[in-house]
Nanobody, 126 residues
Framework: QVQLVESGGGLVQAGGSLRLSCAAS????????MGWFRQAPGKDREFVAA????????DYADSVKGRFTISRDNAKNMVYLQMNSLKPEDTAVYYC???????????????????WGQGTQVTVSS
């Protein structure tokens, strides 16, 4: 069992940076794959990034590769998403998610994630 709370969203200009945080609670947090997803108004929720329970493996959507970095600190029960070189098309509500997902090729499948945060708004102005 795990509970997730996102923070760090806000309004930034194109080219700027934001660091999102996800605070987790639960006895088995370190065993979960952690993912970030985002959803813009009128659009489906889409995969952004994911990280293995150990932090040794990561995966990114092509649209954010080279600009975003996902990390985790299991000792602090925290997951982060560092977002650099932000673009207006990055504007969305960003969600933190957790799931027991043993195969890397399934990390992008949002149906595999059991727990979700409430989301934090990121707005990038042009």
């Amino acid at each position: 069992q795990v509970q997730l709370v996102e923070s760090g969203g806000g309004l930034v200009q194109a080219g700027g940076s934001l660091r999102l945080s996800c605070a987790a609670s639960g006895r088995t947090f370190s065993r979960y794959v952690m993912g970030w997803f985002r959803q813009a108004p009128g659009k489906d929720r889409e995969f952004v990034a994911a990280i293995s329970w150990s932090g040794g493996s990561t995966d990114y959507a092509d649209s954010v590769k080279g600009r975003f970095t996902i990390s985790r600190d299991n000792a602090k029960n925290m997951v982060y998403l560092q977002m650099n070189s932000l673009k207006p098309e990055d504007t969305a509500v960003y969600y933190c998610a957790a799931g027991v997902i043993p195969f890397l090729e399934l990390w992008r499948d949002q149906s595999r994630y059991t727990y979700w945060g409430q989301g934090t708004q990121v707005t990038v102005s042009s």
